[in-house]
């Protein structure tokens, strides 16, 4: 049975606050805070990579790109849909990069989060992947 109308609207200002504070932590350089938005069992699938498993390296990922110089990630919401404990979102990605010694240069691309409803009621990230639009 499909969700409500009001369930899906609390499940897309929910997920939009764990987009903002994704977004401050990466300017921050706070990659616990951004790991910590992601399932145990979260997957990462970064542009031209490997896929990462797991929060703990995923989080690995963000500190060391913060320490190759990204500063700030926008993401912006073009979609966003689902049921039960699931959603997807789809949006456009900004990623400011400031590599040392170098201007900064910003990245565009786009992105799908599937987002999962923890037991405790909480929105969290089960899978992120995105690409650029352009090779850097």
Not at 34 to 40: G, Q, V
Not at 58 to 65: F, L, P, S, T
Not at 89 to 97: A, K, L, N, Q, S
């Amino acid at each position: 049975m499909p969700d409500s109308e009001l369930f899906q609207d609390e499940a897309r200002r929910e997920c939009a606050e764990v987009n903002r504070v994704f977004m401050q932590a990466a300017a921050d350089g706070d990659y616990a805070a951004m790991s910590a938005l992601y399932t145990d069992d979260a997957v990462l699938m970064p542009d031209g990579q490997e896929m990462i498993h797991g929060r703990e390296l995923i989080g690995d990922y963000w500190k060391g790109a913060g320490e190759r110089g990204m500063r700030d990630v926008v993401l912006t919401t073009t979609e966003f849909s689902g049921e039960g404990d699931f959603r997807y979102e789809i949006g456009r990605v900004d990623i400011t990069i400031e590599p040392a010694g170098r201007d900064s240069v910003i990245l565009f691309g786009k992105y799908i989060l599937v987002w999962k409803r923890t037991p405790g009621g909480f929105w969290k990230l089960r899978a992120d992947i995105w690409n650029l639009n352009q090779a850097p």
